[in-house]
């Protein structure tokens, strides 16, 4: 990431991202010494959750990224508080992310797997969900999923335009 971020900064970018959701367990490592501001995909997740009204979010993704610290520490910034699937359900979500969706393999009982597992978080008291992995939006979405889903790759992709546009306009 520091290697990216250096060519990067050579090649006159005034800022980063970074898509990979997962990556994001490194970013206390890679931040202090960056040469240039990152937006940080949890912190982005979170801030538009808030702005939502959410307060219990599910996590969904990798088994990495749900076993980590990285959504709940920011959102626990803003009085926000998540939870993850039961194990089962985190170990399936993990294959179909790393078994399917990543060599754009789509089936309707991987959707299924989706949608029971976010009727249980629901149940559990959560009024969103996090997509936390840039391949569950091509599978699920707020238009066949029991919860509203926050999309954490479009929801960066929109902060870093923004990013810019404002970046344009101040130089």
């Not at 969103?128 to 929801?155: C, F, K, W």
Request: charged share 25%.
């Amino acid at each position: 990431m520091l290697r990216s971020a250096e060519i990067l900064a050579g090649a006159g970018a005034d800022f980063l991202i970074c898509p990979d959701n997962t990556i994001h367990q490194a970013m206390n490592y890679v931040l202090p010494r960056s040469p240039l501001p990152w937006l940080h995909i949890a912190e982005i997740v979170a801030r538009e959750a808030a702005a939502r009204g959410y307060r219990l979010l599910g996590v969904t993704g990798t088994k990495w990224l749900v076993d980590s610290d990285v959504y709940p520490e920011k959102l626990a910034v803003l009085g926000l508080d998540c939870i993850k699937p039961e194990e089962m359900q985190c170990v399936e979500i993990n294959r179909i992310i790393m078994d399917e969706l990543v060599k754009s393999r789509f089936r309707p009982s991987s959707l299924t797997c989706f949608q029971k597992t976010f009727t249980a978080l629901k149940e559990k008291g959560c009024d969103a969900v996090i997509l936390g992995s840039t391949e569950i939006p091509l599978i699920i979405n707020d238009d066949n999923s029991p919860l509203p889903t926050l999309d954490s790759t479009r929801l960066l992709a929109q902060a870093a335009l923004l990013k810019a546009v404002e970046n344009k306009k101040a130089g």
